[in-house]
């Protein structure tokens, strides 16, 4: 028998609020997330959601136990093939700058990367192999995905992501489902090397869900306008939503090498 409670607290903030604690709180997995709410205004958030009905060219992700799509260019769909990857990388990123083009308003990652050179002396920059700069903001419609954790040196070879030994994410709701699904679920257990014995088969990040048997979980709802920091070696899952209007989101990862050295944003 499963049993959990719910108890992790995330820790609301304003973005003028926004320090080094925050990181370090997070980095140490005292908490489970940092929230702002309005980060990104709700009228942009809107114009951006019906701006995306008009793509056509958008991928589904191809691992198994993740139903959801994007625009962009995220590493875990292109990590064969990392000299496409490179090439793919501009016209990625401008593609998705489109969609926040004359709107008054920088788009969601350059707001993040100001955000963070506030909570990070070293300051906080897209991340580069060598001359080459990586893909960062990928904009994602999620139905579910299941129970997983993200740590780049251990899924990929790429060398500037083997640096990294704390990985973050920052994920920027446009819209909400209309469905009461949607929510991420962070749970307070981190990931470590045992635990793979309860990954799923081949081909999906998935684990079981008795990895988390005990721990305690904080639920966080995709409301408009709100950016969520989270750690990404802790388990999560987005909650199935089956509503018509689609969950809509853009994110990329954060990596800490270590307090010297610039945070590294990639997707
Ligand atoms: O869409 C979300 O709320 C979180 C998605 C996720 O799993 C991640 O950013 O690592």
């Known amino acids: 028998m499963i049993s959990s409670t719910l108890v992790w607290q995330p820790e609301y903030i ?5 320090n080094n604690l925050h990181l370090q709180r997070l980095i140490n997995g005292e908490i489970p997330a940092i929230v ?3 980060f990104y205004p709700l009228d942009v958030c809107q114009i951006v959601a019906e701006r995306f009905k008009n793509i056509f060219d958008i991928e589904e992700y191809s691992l198994k136990n993740i139903s959801s799509s994007y625009l962009g260019n995220p590493v875990c769909e292109m990590c064969g093939n990392k000299d496409e990857y490179f090439k793919r990388v501009p016209l990625m990123m401008s593609r998705v700058a489109e969609l926040f083009n004359e709107l008054g308003i920088e788009t969601p990652l350059e707001m993040v990367l100001s955000l963070l ?7 906080a920059e897209v991340a580069m192999e060598g001359s080459k700069q990586y893909f960062a903001g990928v904009v994602r419609v999620t139905k579910s995905s299941g129970l997983h954790n993200d ?10 992501l083997e640096q990294v030994s704390h990985q973050l994410v920052w994920n920027l709701y446009l819209q909400k489902p209309d469905s009461n699904g949607g929510k991420l679920r962070i749970w307070d257990r981190e990931w470590s090397p045992l635990d793979e014995q309860h990954k799923l088969t081949a081909g999906t990040m998935g684990y ?7 721990a305690t979980y904080a639920d966080i709802e995709p409301l408009e306008g709100r950016l969520v920091f989270f750690k990404t070696t802790n388990f999560h899952e987005v909650l199935r939503d089956d509503g018509n209007t689609e969950r ?7 990596g ?12």
């Open 14 to 18: 304003r973005g003028d609020e926004f």
């Open 36 to 38: 702002i709410d309005d």
């Open 117 to 123: 050179k506030n909570g990070w002396i070293p300051g």
């Open 151 to 160: 740590l780049a040196p251990r899924d990929f070879r790429w060398p500037t």
């Open 208 to 214: 079981t869900y008795d990895v988390v048997d005990g």
């Open 248 to 254: 809509l989101s853009i994110a990329s990862f954060i």
């Open 256 to 267: 800490v090498t270590n307090d010297q050295e610039p945070l590294i944003l990639w997707s």
